[in-house]
Structure formats: C-alpha cells, structure tokens
C-alpha cells in the first residue's frame, strides 16, 4: 500500500488569498509471480540460458481532493499544525468535485490489472577462461498508473502498462595475466506505450499518456588496470542516443523533442591508492563523473536543459592492522556543481519547479564489522 498526500499551494492577491489543493490519495499494488530458468551446456564453449516470468499485476486507486484554507502558510506550519484538517474543504463544494465516483463518470479506470508473460534468453561462448561473449534478448513491462500530479478530476487519467524489448551483445575480458578487464557491451531497447509525463506550456496542467513508443541504444565500456599492488585505475564510458518512433493523436507536439534524461556522452574515470603504514591501511580513491548536456524534462523546455557538468569524489579510508573497524572521510562533488535533475516547467502560468543535485558535501563515518 502506498499513501501520499499532494499538496499545491496557491497564493492570491499578492498573498492575500492562501489555498491549498490536497489530494489524498491511496495506491495498493499487488504483483504475483512465476519464474523459471534454465542453462544449458552445448559443448564447445557455447552456452543457452532461457527463462520466463507470469506476473499478474493489481493496482487500484482511491483519490479525493480538498481545498486547504486553514490560512496558515507552508513556512510558518510546525510539526503540531501541518496536517490539520479543520480548514478543509471538499472540491465538490466550490463545483469541482475529484473522488473515485468522478473520475469513473469521466472515464478512468479506478482498478487495473495487467497480466503479463515476460522472457529472455542468453547465448555466450567461452572461447577460454579470460574471453567471453553473449548476446540476449529479453523483454519487461511497467505496470501502469494514473496521472497523480493533476489539480483537475478530468486530467485524472489512467495509464497502461509500458512495454520494452532489449537486445545486447558483448564482451568480457581480462588480460595481461588477470591486471586488465575489459568489457563492452552494446545495447538497443524498443518502448511501446511509453508511459510519458509532461506539461502543457499553455495551460499548465500535467499532461500523462502512452501515446508514444520510442528507441534507445548504446554502448558502454568497462576498463580496469591493476597498475600495482597499490594501485588501481578504471574507467567507464557509455554513449546513448534515443528518440522517438511513433507518436500517436495528442502526442505530435514531441516530433522535434529529444527524449528526456538521454546524454549523448558519459564516462567515470578515477584510481584507487592503497598504502600500508605502520599501524594498519591507508586508501585514497578520486573519481571524476562527466555527463554531456541533456534535457530534464519532457518538453525540451530553455530551463529544463541541464548543461555538460563534471563531478569530483574524493575518499580517504583508514583501517588499522587487526581491527573491526575503519575511519572514511569523503568528499562528493567537490567542486560543487550545481544543476537541477529534474524540471517542471508550467510554462504560461509563470513559474518552474526544479530539483537540484546535491550540493558539495562533506562527510566523516565510522564503521565498525561485528
């Protein structure tokens, strides 16, 4: 079972007028499943590994929303007042009822149920103990929802569950007498139904639906190089690319649109140091994140780019000789970058919703291993 309760606060008249939409609702999911797996040995280096899951998939919804004018604003609320109801107030009263018995009459499912049978399949050769390649198919779904962000009973939609089939092929390696890894793999995955959430920029309401399907591939690499007993260097870079390969009534607005949250670039390089000393074990590990310019939200909105950005980790760790413990002191995006990972643009209303990276933190733990 899953309870949230939205808020959105509206300020009138220069703050003369407070409201607050809340929507109560509940959302109870209940997933069974079978799963069987099976790997084969072909002879020759060559192995199939084949499986498949049933999953039966129940959701339902139960949604009703109140107009908070309790009058208090959120920054002044404490612990004691932030759920005082005393000031609410049902939507039907003011002509815009939003229950279960609304959304029904205006067509959405309250009650969902998805089943589904899902697959995949392995084949890899072992052309010796350092050298392996595989390619697979294999298939998923996302059960569905509703539209749970809206103010309106009409926008209150229900969502069908999202379908993908995903290739890959690739490779595992290790060289140079086990002190070089390299893995690559290639990957294409095709959405239908994609389960796309966004925002009118002309009126400002949320907008859910599975009216488009979509592709994405890639590659991605894995490098490891024990330089020496002390120390390690590795790397991962990754390219993707997707976009969309239908688009259905409602939907057209995206045609020139790059799917969301899809750099074209990424890579995560870095080393990790250890030293010993006298009384126990010193490691030092830096890494440096680096993620090309993409878009954080659907509508490829000026204030939804996110631009290239670098990232710097930096770990020291102490253990001592013999001891159930150790000492780490980090530091996670040292240069502290800042940018938003998320964005909801509501477009003529005037105002966006952004939600940020972490900031620099600092951090100092203590761990001991019973």
Do not use: H
């Not at 040995?41 to 004018?69: H, I, M, P, Y």
């Not at 998923?140 to 509703?146: A, D, N």
């Not at 954080?296 to 290239?308: H, L, M, V």
């Amino acid at each position: 079972d899953n309870a949230v309760l939205f808020g959105d606060a509206l300020f009138l008249f220069g703050g003369a007028v407070a409201g607050t939409f809340m929507r109560d609702l509940t959302n109870v999911t209940e997933a069974r499943a079978i799963y069987a797996d099976i790997s084969v040995e072909l002879g020759g280096g060559w192995g199939l590994t084949a499986g498949g899951r049933l999953t039966k998939d129940e959701r339902e919804v139960n949604v009703e929303q109140f107009l908070d004018l309790n009058g208090v604003p959120w920054q002044a609320r404490t612990r004691a007042n932030f759920m005082d109801r005393s000031g609410w107030l049902s939507t039907a009263a003011i002509g815009q009822p939003f229950d279960n018995a609304t959304v029904e009459a205006l067509g959405t499912k309250t009650k969902l149920e998805a089943d589904e049978f899902t697959s995949r399949v392995v084949l890899d050769y072992k052309k010796s103990d350092d050298l392996m390649f595989y390619a697979s198919i294999a298939d998923s779904f996302k059960g569905g929802g509703w539209a749970s962000r809206v103010t309106a009973a009409s926008d209150f939609k229900d969502l069908k569950p999202e379908f993908v089939t995903n290739f890959e092929m690739g490779m595992k390696s290790e060289w140079a007498n086990d002190t070089v890894r390299v893995n690559l793999t290639y990957f294409s995955a095709d959405y239908t139904d994609l389960q796309i959430t966004a925002i009118d920029q002309n009126t400002g309401a949320f907008v859910y639906s599975n009216k488009a399907d979509a592709s994405v591939d890639g590659i991605e690499g894995e490098f490891v190089y024990i330089a020496s007993d002390n120390l390690t260097l590795f790397a991962n870079l990754s390219t993707l690319e997707g976009n969309y390969t239908d688009l259905r009534p409602g939907a057209e607005g995206l045609a020139t649109k790059e799917l969301k949250r899809t750099p074209d670039f990424s890579y995560r390089y870095g080393f990790l140091y250890d030293q010993a000393i006298e009384s126990g074990e010193m490691n030092v590990s830096a890494v440096i994140n680096k993620t090309d310019e993409y878009f954080s939200n659907q509508n490829n909105t000026p204030n939804g780019y996110r631009p290239a950005v670098s990232k710097l980790d930096l770990t020291v760790t102490y253990r001592p000789n013999d001891g159930d413990w150790r000492l780490i002191a980090s530091c996670n995006n040292c240069t502290d970058e800042r940018n938003a990972n998320s964005t909801l643009d509501f477009g003529t209303l005037g105002f966006v919703t952004q939600f940020q990276d972490m900031p620099r933190l600092w951090r100092i733990s203590y761990r001991y291993d019973f």
